[in-house]
């Protein structure tokens, strides 16, 4: 739990978010005081488009970088973006279920690059 709160705050810190302290509860017990807080991440227009289409893109691939590492690439076949997506998940180890690949690289092998 202190764990995800300097999570968040290392995040928020990196991105630029706020933290409402006066909604904010104190537990204190045993000599350790926890306060809660709530934070308000700001909304990014960074997402993959396509509706159902980037649903697997767009719950697997913002974790690390904006989806603008991925849209700013030229067009790749499908086996060079399913080598993309293997060395995210390898190399970088992003948390990529099995049965989501194909939809990514389905969506990314279809994409229109951005000029
Ligand atoms: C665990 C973190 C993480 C996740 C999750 C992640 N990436 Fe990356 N990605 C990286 C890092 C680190 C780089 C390299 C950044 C750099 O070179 O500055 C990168 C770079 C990229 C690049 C640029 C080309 C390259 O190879 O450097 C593309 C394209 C890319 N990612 C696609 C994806 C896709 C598609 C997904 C979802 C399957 C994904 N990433 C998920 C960490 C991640």
Not at 91 to 96: D, F
């Amino acid at each position: 739990m202190i764990t995800q709160i300097f999570a968040a705050v290392a995040l928020c810190a990196s991105v630029g978010c706020s933290v409402a302290a006066e909604s904010e509860t104190t537990v204190s017990a045993a000599g350790v005081t926890l306060k809660s807080v709530s934070v308000t991440f700001p909304e990014s227009d960074r997402r993959f488009p396509g509706g159902a289409d980037a649903k697997a893109i767009n719950s697997n691939c913002l974790i690390c970088h904006s989806s603008g590492m991925v849209l700013y690439q030229p067009r790749l076949s499908p086996t060079t973006w399913g080598e993309e997506v293997a060395k995210m998940r390898k190399t970088y180890g992003a948390p990529v279920p099995d049965e989501s690949v194909a939809a990514i690289v389905d969506y990314l092998s279809g994409l229109d690059p951005q000029d």
